[in-house]
């Protein structure tokens, strides 16, 4: 077996519309259903502009997801991280949408990065190389 890589990020949340609206606006990306054969999931999908489906978003379940709610701990997982381009883009949109971020320049390896929190208290790591 190998792997290629993460297919997807899946985010529960209490906010559907607000985190929608979020990684949307940061991202550049669009909204779909999720598709109608999966069955007693509600929320939605969000594609990059080669359609594929990188954030899941779905609504917070009790009964599916157990009973603490989401955005009150992500557990053992601190970040995700994704490679990104225009870090200068980036930052203007960050500061534009009035976000917290911290910046970090590694220019020992020549790796500069970006990090902002999403409405549910997930934590994202932009990861520009020589850009």
């Not at 009035?98 to 208290?121: A, E, S, Y």
Request: charge should be negative; glycine fraction near 8%; include cysteine.
């Amino acid at each position: 077996m190998t792997i290629a890589g993460i297919d997807h990020v899946n985010i529960v949340t209490q906010c559907l519309d607000e985190t929608v609206a979020f990684y949307s606006e940061l991202l550049g990306l669009t909204r779909e259903a999720i598709p109608s054969e999966i069955v007693g999931i509600r929320g939605a999908w969000l594609r990059d502009d080669t359609g594929a489906a990188i954030i899941h978003v779905n609504t917070y379940d009790p009964a599916r997801h157990g009973p603490q709610p989401p955005g009150t701990s992500t557990g053992p997982v601190d970040h995700v991280a994704l490679r990104a381009w225009d870090f200068d883009g980036m930052l203007a949109k960050v500061a534009a949408m009035g976000l917290d971020h911290k910046v970090n320049d590694f220019t020992g390896i020549r790796l500069r990065q970006i990090f902002v929190t999403d409405p549910n208290h997930v934590r994202l790591e932009f990861n520009f190389y020589a850009d």
